[in-house]
C-alpha cells in the first residue's frame, strides 16, 4: 500500500511540473515536416484535412491568437504537411498549446 503511495505521489508531481517551454517568439508548427499553419474545418484521423485555408495572421503572437484566427473562419488550427488547391491538406496535427 506504501508503495503504491509513494508511486502516486511521484506520477502526481512529474504530471504537475511544467513540459518544455519554447524560448523565443511563438512557432505554431516547429514541427520541420508538418509546418504548414492551416485553419481547417474537418480532420480525419491526422490523415487529411478538408476545408484548410491559411490563417489570415500568418504569425500568431500565441496558440490562443491562433486558435481565435482560425476561430474567425469557423475553422480549426492545424499544422499540416502538404497542402493542396483543393482546400485539402495531408498529414495534420494540433499546432503547440493548443
Do not use: H, W
Not at 9 to 37: I, R
Not at 39 to 49: E, F, I, K, M, P
Amino acid at each position: 500500500m506504501q508503495f503504491f503511495t509513494t508511486v502516486v505521489l511521484f506520477a502526481a508531481a512529474a504530471m504537475a511540473l511544467p513540459g518544455a517551454q519554447q524560448s523565443g517568439p511563438y512557432k505554431p508548427c516547429p514541427n520541420e515536416l508538418l509546418k504548414v499553419p492551416q485553419c481547417c474545418d474537418t480532420d480525419a484521423l491526422g490523415l487529411l484535412g478538408l476545408g484548410c485555408v491559411a490563417p489570415p495572421n500568418n504569425n500568431p503572437a500565441s496558440p490562443r491568437a491562433f486558435a481565435d484566427c482560425c476561430r474567425g473562419t469557423s475553422r480549426r488550427p492545424k499544422c499540416c504537411a502538404v497542402t493542396t488547391s483543393l482546400e485539402a491538406s495531408v498529414l495534420c496535427i494540433d499546432p503547440v498549446g493548443i
